[in-house]
């Protein structure tokens, strides 16, 4: 197997050594069972046309027959048999012993299916589809970690990235199998994703059917609002302009079926203590898992993006938004938006979990840089820093060519120069 190697691999095997189990969460193709193959030592494959029904049965009838096998022992897809959480739990308690399975999961099983939460015993992992640097789009000469520590060199990095291929690899996605694949497949792959979405996933994850028509005007919705904090009542009127009438219920509804199949992941707020009383907006901003998943949904492509510069420019954000999360989750970091009542924000702030924090404004052209410096050095300067520390480092994402350091300390460096 033509393994592409993932940052998230050394969490998994850290994760292996101190917990019995190991859950790896995340979209259908973002490369879960190819990284759990990698680091296990057998297979069960619950999804195995030709064993599936017996793999069923098996579980209703003795599930610890289905946990045989050299360890670590992948289960694939274990949602389609929920008994086996609670079988691994048991089965994790009874060897008292570190990384013995490895469960996969792209949907989320509906509530009360297993009798424990699994804490202590399962260590969960979150899976996004790939980097920039992950799928080598990126040089990785600027490193978050680097950033953090201030160890980060600020000569001469360069992107080989032009915008004509930032918009390429935007709309291709982070999809491990498009990676090696000529352009108009790899383009191709997003928009059957979008098509399983809508036709079958999202009615699968709690056996409820979904109007597909509804989805999909839903999804559109979405990706017009794209990195907005955009309110159910503007994604109805979105909707509603297409003559179907949606309920906020059902909009709440078909919105978590999607977040429970990894295909909406919004960017919640951060609320710092400040210096001043200034009231901090909560409202999470519009994401999906990939960037790619707007521009299928929308029947939009490199060329479509690239006559729409405005709407190019949110994309950016949702792309560098996808990077970053990669990025930040091998730190031990989380990733919000900060936005006040005074109109103060930034795109992206990283919190590591001891502490330390940075803020980030997304730029796609040179004309907003200095307008984005001013707006993290405002922002820095309402922060409480008695209470919160000092800003690790100030940092405006690009789709340019050259990093580097600016006079006033802000760091502009070029999304295909960043890693973790």
Not at 99 to 116: C, E, K, M, R, Y
Not at 181 to 188: E, F, N, T
Not at 339 to 359: H, M, Q, T, Y
Request: proline share 4%; with cysteine; hydrophobic share 40%.
């Amino acid at each position: 197997m033509n393994y592409l190697s993932r940052l998230c691999d050394a969490e998994l095997q850290l994760a292996l050594q101190s917990a019995g189990a190991v859950l790896i969460e995340g979209a259908k193709w973002c490369g879960k069972t190819s990284t759990a193959s990698n680091a296990s030592r057998s297979v069960l494959f619950m999804q195995d046309p030709d064993n599936a029904r017996s793999y069923q049965a098996m579980a209703d009838t003795k599930a610890s027959l289905l946990l045989k096998g050299e360890t670590p022992r992948l289960i694939d897809e274990w949602q389609m048999a929920p008994v086996l959480w609670d079988a691994v739990r048991f089965e994790v308690d009874k060897r008292a012993e570190p990384g013995q399975f490895i469960l996969t999961g792209s949907a989320v099983p509906s509530d009360n299916v297993t009798a424990h939460t699994g804490t202590g015993r399962i260590s969960r992992l979150m899976m996004r589809p790939m980097s920039l640097f992950e799928s080598f789009e990126s040089n990785g000469a600027v490193s978050l970690r680097a950033l953090f520590n201030g160890e980060q060199e600020d000569a001469g990095a360069m992107s080989d990235l032009s915008i004509e291929k930032i918009a390429f690899v935007l709309c291709r996605g982070g999809w491990p199998a498009s990676i090696k694949m000529p352009d108009a497949p790899a383009l191709r792959m997003a928009l059957d994703y979008v098509e399983a979405v809508i036709n079958y996933d999202v009615s699968q994850v709690d056996n409820i059917e979904k109007n597909p028509d509804r989805v999909r005007l839903l999804l559109r919705s979405l990706a017009r609002n794209i990195t907005t904090s955009a309110t159910y009542q503007t994604i109805s009127a979105d909707m509603e302009a297409t003559d179907l009438t949606i309920s906020d219920k059902t909009i709440s509804a078909y919105l978590n079926a999607l977040r429970r199949i990894f295909v909406v992941e919004d960017l919640p707020a951060w609320s710092p203590s400040l210096r001043s009383k200034t009231a901090i907006r909560t409202s999470a901003k519009r994401h999906f898992v990939d960037p790619s998943v707007a521009t299928a949904v929308l029947r939009t492509n490199p060329e479509g993006i690239l006559n729409d510069f405005q709407y190019f420019g949110f994309l950016f954000e949702a792309l560098c938004t996808r990077d970053i999360r990669v990025y930040a989750q091998t730190n031990d970091g989380d990733v919000f938006h900060y936005r006040d009542k005074s109109g103060l924000e930034a795109d992206l702030i990283v919190r590591l979990r001891n502490g330390r924090w940075a803020a980030i404004e997304v730029k796609l052209g040179k004309k907003q840089i200095d307008e984005a410096a001013e707006n993290l050095l405002a922002l820095k300067a309402r922060i409480d820093e008695d209470k919160m520390g000092e800003a690790s480092f100030l940092m405006v994402i690009t789709g340019g060519q050259y990093a580097y350091r600016r006079k006033d300390g802000v760091w502009v460096v070029p999304i295909g120069c960043l890693r973790n």
